[in-house]
């Protein structure tokens, strides 16, 4: 009568008093430079070391360059920030996966393309999509810098239990609708807040017969519904990930793991705190046309009139994102013409998000309007793209071809909009200024910026015809 | 962390819901590796224009709030991102209290960290005070921490927060240190973990 997430709980509780939050233990840390160099510095300053190296790993990724890499990062402050990763990690016996190394990438798409991400662990990182490890049945929440600091010097850190929600998809998607589409659609129903104080479950049939991939995309984007994590049960299609990945268990090990994994799922009859159901055959490609996540409609809607609304405050955040996304109630979402495309983020950036966007794009051109780029979520998986031929189907296309990093899902580096600038992005907030001062975000799956890329403005993906040669299937 | 006892201070309210942490700093003020400074940057985008010239319209600039400490705001407060710079450049500011009908739950988190007190209050009471605060005559209120009561002119309310939470705060606690006497229980848990799981110790690359 347990959830997963309090059998995972219960197995990693090291104090538990009263009147204090449970003390857990943490299996994995991914560090990246951002969050971490005055959790390193407090450490130093206290005299204090940290305790489980060997369960730390870093990268950088987020105010990266994602091109000329061979130069010196032209950006002062960012390359003294990557200068005290590296520091960091040589004086604190940390392996971190260098720029410039096959291993480096967003840190969520490298935890599990690793094999570091596995069932039933603990997992944090300095970084609210932590969430999207969730997807192998690990806990992973993401955690502030003071957080980051107490889990290098302790590798524990005090838990107040978060409430259980169930969230179950009957049914299947329909052709040209992806597990984007799916978490989108469970934002604008359960709202921004929605998931505040809970962590989110995902079940049922559309859950069970996605990809790894996809199902990261969903738990990735848990946080944007406020909860801090997101859990799919490991199933056969997880241990088929993680067989043979480099630091997968092996031999009698992998044995072993396996049958702790299959014991990972909720009770049947296990109580949640919350539940809602979703019909998957009834989702639609999704496009976000306001300033929060929430706010999307189906590509075949229109842009809504604030007036319909009646409660106060959010009749008020409905004009304000229409005025700062320059949008006029009752247009039609196929109708808004866009200047940018982005493909990557740790939300859409794997292998599977690249090749369901070249079936769209293969043979076609990038419309004029439009300056379209493309940046894998890892290095690793522009080898492979590059393998598949997928990167000359993107840059034929007039796609720009990237190294990999967080880019502009939250331009940190260069790669960013001008004010004004309208993009069909991949990635997970839509804020703004998120992706530059002034810049205009709509949140939509690889396909659907591929298609609008092409188009140079909204188009429903399931009109388009697709090369399925390369989809492949996700 | 700085202790938290008791607080008088001026309100301001941003009342909008879902402040986002990209509003509160935006990113391309967290290349920097110091835990300081990070007040001038606080709701840059509002706070300032294009040009880098201060916004006279939003609120903070205008005179009669810029010596505000306390922050009243609308619910969802914080949510976005993980990164403590958003709680560092708010208490940078000058803000010691942050009202609001709800937060975020990893921002909520991370203000407890560095003593700076997040309140939640019912979403009605905190669009009264909105108003008052908005008012010419301003508003003030006193935060007593161990009391869990706010006072005003013509008002009081309790407010939760968890007990140790508060007690980490009443007395300035430094919470790794309190871990790492528990250096026993880590211990016994780590030898336990090994023998029951030995498949999650990574393999030496």
């Not at chain 1, 300095?126 to 590798?155: K, R, Y």
């Not at chain 2, 935006?26 to 040009?51: C, H, I, M, V």
């Given at each position: 009568m347990k959830t997963l997430y309090e059998k995972i709980l219960e197995d990693h509780l090291v104090v538990s008093e009263s009147g204090k939050p449970d003390l857990i233990y943490i299996d994995l840390h991914l560090v990246h430079e951002v969050t971490s160099p005055q959790a390193f510095a407090a450490l130093r300053s206290a005299g204090r070391s940290v305790r489980r190296p060997d369960l730390t790993f870093a990268t950088a990724d987020h105010a990266i360059p994602t091109r000329n890499r061979h130069l010196p990062i032209a950006d002062k402050v960012a390359a003294?920030?990557?200068?005290?990763?590296?520091?960091?990690?040589?004086?604190?016996?940390?392996?971190?996966?260098?720029l410039g190394s096959i291993e480096q990438g967003i840190v969520h798409v490298i935890g599990p393309e690793l094999g570091l991400t596995r069932p039933g662990m603990t997992i944090v990182c300095g970084d609210s999509h932590t969430a999207t490890h969730g997807a192998f049945g690990s806990l992973a929440f993401g955690i502030g810098t003071s957080e980051v600091e107490h889990v290098l010097a302790t590798q524990t850190l005090p838990h107040g239990k978060s409430k259980n929600m169930l969230i179950r998809v009957n049914g299947k998607l329909q052709s040209g609708v992806t597990?984007?589409?799916?978490?989108?659609?469970?934002?604008?129903?359960?709202?921004?807040?929605?998931?505040?104080?809970?962590?989110?479950?995902?079940?049922?049939?559309?859950?069970?017969?996605?990809?790894?991939?996809?199902?990261?995309?969903?738990?990735?984007?848990?946080?944007?519904?406020?909860?801090?994590?997101?859990?799919?049960?490991?199933?056969?299609?997880?241990?088929?990930?993680?067989?043979?990945?480099?630091?997968?268990p092996a031999g009698e090990d992998w044995e072993r793991a396996i049958e702790y994994w299959r014991t990972l799922r909720s009770d049947d009859d296990a109580g949640f705190d919350s539940c809602y159901e979703f019909d998957g055959s009834s989702i639609s490609p999704t496009v976000t046309w306001g300033t929060s996540p929430e706010m999307s409609v189906p590509v075949d809607g229109c842009v809504p009139d604030p007036e319909t609304i009646t409660d106060e405050t959010k009749r008020n955040a409905y004009i304000r994102a229409l005025e700062y996304m320059e949008l006029e109630p009752g247009t039609l979402i196929t109708a808004i013409e866009i200047d940018t495309v982005f493909i990557g983020s740790c939300t859409n950036s794997r292998i599977g998000d690249l090749r369901a966007a070249a079936s769209v794009i293969a043979g076609r051109k990038v419309s004029p309007r439009v300056r379209a780029l493309v940046v894998p979520g890892s290095m690793q998986v522009k080898k492979q793209a590059e393998e598949e031929g997928l990167a000359r189907i993107f840059t034929e296309a007039g796609f720009q071809w990237r190294d990999a990093g967080c880019s502009m899902c939250l331009a940190m580096n260069d790669d960013i909009l001008s004010p004004g600038e309208r993009c069909a992005s991949t990635s997970n907030r839509n804020f703004?200024?998120?992706?530059?001062?002034?810049?205009?975000?709509?949140?939509?799956?690889?396909?659907?910026?591929?298609?609008?890329?092409?188009?140079?403005h909204f188009v429903d993906v399931r009109e388009f015809s697709v090369n399925k040669a390369l989809w492949k299937g996700l | 962390m700085e202790r938290f006892v008791n607080f008088t201070g001026k309100c301001v309210a941003i009342y909008r819901a879902n402040i986002d942490t990209d509003?509160?700093?935006?990113?391309?003020?967290?290349?920097?590796?110091?835990?300081?400074?990070?007040?001038?940057?606080?709701?840059?985008?509002?706070?300032?224009?294009?040009?880098?010239?201060?916004?006279?319209?939003?609120?903070?600039?205008?005179?009669?709030?810029?010596?505000?400490?306390?922050?009243?705001?609308?619910?969802?407060f914080g949510c976005g991102s993980s990164r403590e710079h958003a709680p560092w450049s708010i208490l940078d500011y000058g803000f010691r209290v942050i009202i609001a009908p709800g937060f975020a739950d990893i921002f909520y988190n991370n203000c407890l960290k560095i003593g700076l007190l997040p309140i939640v209050l019912p979403e009605n009471t905190v669009a009264g005070l909105a108003k008052k605060a908005s008012s010419s005559d301003?508003?003030?209120?006193?935060?007593?921490?161990?009391?869990?009561?706010?006072?005003?002119?013509?008002?009081?309310?309790?407010?939760?927060?968890?007990?140790?939470?508060?007690?980490?705060?009443?007395?300035?606690?430094?919470?790794?240190?309190?871990?790492?006497?528990?250096?026993?229980?880590?211990?016994?848990?780590?030898?336990?973990?090994?023998?029951?799981?030995?498949?999650?110790?990574?393999?030496?690359?």
């Amino acid at each position: 009568m347990k959830t997963l997430y309090e059998k995972i709980l219960e197995d990693h509780l090291v104090v538990s008093e009263s009147g204090k939050p449970d003390l857990i233990y943490i299996d994995l840390h991914l560090v990246h430079e951002v969050t971490s160099p005055q959790a390193f510095a407090a450490l130093r300053s206290a005299g204090r070391s940290v305790r489980r190296p060997d369960l730390t790993f870093a990268t950088a990724d987020h105010a990266i360059p994602t091109r000329n890499r061979h130069l010196p990062i032209a950006d002062k402050v960012a390359a003294a920030q990557i200068d005290a990763l590296r520091r960091n990690c040589r004086d604190f016996g940390i392996q971190l996966f260098d720029l410039g190394s096959i291993e480096q990438g967003i840190v969520h798409v490298i935890g599990p393309e690793l094999g570091l991400t596995r069932p039933g662990m603990t997992i944090v990182c300095g970084d609210s999509h932590t969430a999207t490890h969730g997807a192998f049945g690990s806990l992973a929440f993401g955690i502030g810098t003071s957080e980051v600091e107490h889990v290098l010097a302790t590798q524990t850190l005090p838990h107040g239990k978060s409430k259980n929600m169930l969230i179950r998809v009957n049914g299947k998607l329909q052709s040209g609708v992806t597990a984007k589409d799916l978490i989108l659609t469970v934002i604008n129903r359960i709202g921004t807040a929605g998931g505040t104080g809970y962590v989110i479950e995902y079940a049922g049939e559309a859950i069970r017969s996605m990809s790894m991939e996809s199902r990261m995309t969903i738990c990735n984007m848990s946080i944007e519904a406020g909860a801090r994590a997101g859990l799919i049960a490991p199933d056969d299609i997880t241990f088929e990930y993680l067989r043979g990945r480099r630091y997968s268990p092996a031999g009698e090990d992998w044995e072993r793991a396996i049958e702790y994994w299959r014991t990972l799922r909720s009770d049947d009859d296990a109580g949640f705190d919350s539940c809602y159901e979703f019909d998957g055959s009834s989702i639609s490609p999704t496009v976000t046309w306001g300033t929060s996540p929430e706010m999307s409609v189906p590509v075949d809607g229109c842009v809504p009139d604030p007036e319909t609304i009646t409660d106060e405050t959010k009749r008020n955040a409905y004009i304000r994102a229409l005025e700062y996304m320059e949008l006029e109630p009752g247009t039609l979402i196929t109708a808004i013409e866009i200047d940018t495309v982005f493909i990557g983020s740790c939300t859409n950036s794997r292998i599977g998000d690249l090749r369901a966007a070249a079936s769209v794009i293969a043979g076609r051109k990038v419309s004029p309007r439009v300056r379209a780029l493309v940046v894998p979520g890892s290095m690793q998986v522009k080898k492979q793209a590059e393998e598949e031929g997928l990167a000359r189907i993107f840059t034929e296309a007039g796609f720009q071809w990237r190294d990999a990093g967080c880019s502009m899902c939250l331009a940190m580096n260069d790669d960013i909009l001008s004010p004004g600038e309208r993009c069909a992005s991949t990635s997970n907030r839509n804020f703004e200024g998120r992706q530059g001062r002034g810049g205009r975000t709509h949140l939509v799956s690889p396909e659907m910026a591929a298609a609008a890329a092409i188009a140079g403005h909204f188009v429903d993906v399931r009109e388009f015809s697709v090369n399925k040669a390369l989809w492949k299937g996700l | 962390m700085e202790r938290f006892v008791n607080f008088t201070g001026k309100c301001v309210a941003i009342y909008r819901a879902n402040i986002d942490t990209d509003q509160i700093i935006p990113k391309q003020f967290l290349k920097s590796t110091e835990r300081s400074g990070f007040g001038r940057y606080l709701f840059y985008d509002w706070r300032y224009n294009a040009d880098g010239s201060p916004n006279s319209e939003f609120i903070l600039n205008r005179p009669n709030y810029s010596d505000s400490t306390i922050l009243l705001t609308g619910t969802n407060f914080g949510c976005g991102s993980s990164r403590e710079h958003a709680p560092w450049s708010i208490l940078d500011y000058g803000f010691r209290v942050i009202i609001a009908p709800g937060f975020a739950d990893i921002f909520y988190n991370n203000c407890l960290k560095i003593g700076l007190l997040p309140i939640v209050l019912p979403e009605n009471t905190v669009a009264g005070l909105a108003k008052k605060a908005s008012s010419s005559d301003g508003l003030f209120l006193s935060v007593d921490l161990a009391s869990q009561i706010i006072t005003g002119q013509n008002f009081l309310e309790h407010f939760e927060i968890d007990p140790f939470r508060k007690d980490c705060l009443l007395k300035g606690l430094d919470e790794i240190g309190l871990t790492l006497e528990k250096e026993a229980d880590i211990q016994r848990f780590e030898a336990a973990r090994t023998s029951r799981f030995p498949f999650l110790n990574y393999p030496l690359a």
